[in-house]
């Protein structure tokens, strides 16, 4: 059966003040519908760089926070209060509704943090993507704990229970548990190199196979670590089974579709909706030319993508007509 193309239609079109590549990509607000958050990045003047509270519906704003640096990562508190923004050196807590800024913490945050997590009670863990440390900055109390990883970066961060976190590691390619109170570290399992990780209600792992490939430096000049990446998906089931499926498509990332039968395979330039049942893909989205995803929201059925223009950037949101 042939996979089904389907088609968008371009709902808004807006120009951005600054530049949103390098920073956090577009994210959905999880307690208002209609609100999206997008942090400007990468060739954006320091002293205008924002954190933006916008409209699905319109691409309109509704408010911003003056950060003067791109927003890395966020965490939402549980009340609905927060937010907690993690810029390269700081971490901010604005007011949801309002985005101001209730405090501003620098004391003692880890640097350049990609991932965060919290507990609710005044910690939060925060990892950077290629790093070999886990750190927990109580924001409460003004100090922070690091432990080292067994395995090098993160690509996948949750709260397990209390205050135990699961880290999904690339490198080797192992699943670890940090345990907060214990200031405890352990690898739970491996399975190899991957360069992506989702783990649904069930307890079934999704990796993204890839091969690491260390930095080379010579005299000064190199390159840097990077990931050579495959077209397969591997599950670890929850009752132990292993399978592995090659996609034949090009794939940066991997999402739970919202009712977890599916993974959105994303790429620069589109989305494929995998269905492990039945081991192929049934249906995928392909960008015009010169757009570049930023984000896909599933049950809105639309598509933020960017693109370049001269002298800026815009934000275009695309409505999905089949899905």
């Known amino acids: 059966m042939a996979r089904l193309k389907l088609r968008t239609e ?3 079109r807006k120009r951005l003040e600054n ?17 999206f958050y997008a942090a400007d990045g990468w ?20 408010a911003s926070a003056l950060l003067r640096n791109a927003v890395r990562c966020m ?30 913490y620098e004391k003692g945050v880890p640097k350049y943090s990609d991932f965060v997590a919290g507990d609710e009670q005044g910690t939060l863990v925060l990892l950077n993507r290629s790093g070999g440390s886990v750190a927990a900055f109580n924001y409460a109390q003004g100090g922070v704990s690091k432990k080292r990883l067994k395995d090098e970066g993160c690509r996948l961060l949750l709260r397990d229970s209390g205050e135990r976190y699961l880290i999904a590691s690339p490198v080797r390619g192992c699943v670890q548990r940090y345990d907060v109170a214990k200031g405890r570290v ?16 069930a307890g079934n ?30 599950m670890l089931g929850a009752d132990g ?11 940066k990332q991997i999402r739970l579709s919202v009712d977890e039968r599916s993974l959105l395979l994303q790429s620069e330039n589109g989305v494929w909706s995998f269905l492990p049942s039945i081991g192929r893909i049934v249906s995928e989205i392909v960008l015009s ?20 223009e001269e002298g800026g950037q815009s934000l275009i949101a695309r409505r999905v007509l089949e899905f």
């Open 43 to 62: 060739g954006s003047s320091y002293a205008s760089m924002r954190l933006r509270r916008m409209s699905f519906a319109t691409g309109e704003e509704t």
């Open 289 to 308: 030319k010169g757009e570049r995803l930023e984000a896909f929201f599933e049950q809105r059925n639309l598509i933020l993508c960017s693109v370049k």
């Open 75 to 104: 965490h939402f508190s549980a009340d609905a209060q927060h937010i907690f923004a993690v810029t390269d050196n700081k971490i901010y807590r604005l007011h949801r509704g309002s985005l101001q800024i209730e405090e501003k």
């Open 205 to 234: 792992w999704y990796f993204h196979p890839a091969v690491y490939i260390p930095a080379k430096i010579c005299d000064g000049h190199g390159e840097g670590a990077r990931m050579t990446l495959s077209g397969k998906i591997l």
């Open 186 to 201: 352990e690898i739970l399992f491996e399975v190899g190199t991957f360069d992506a990780a989702q783990l649904d209600n």
């Open 10 to 12: 371009i709902l808004w």
């Open 19 to 35: 530049g949103i590549f390098d920073a956090i990509a577009p994210t959905q607000d999880p307690f208002e519908a209609d609100v």
């Open 241 to 251: 089974a292993r399978k592995e499926w090659d996609t034949g498509v090009k794939f």
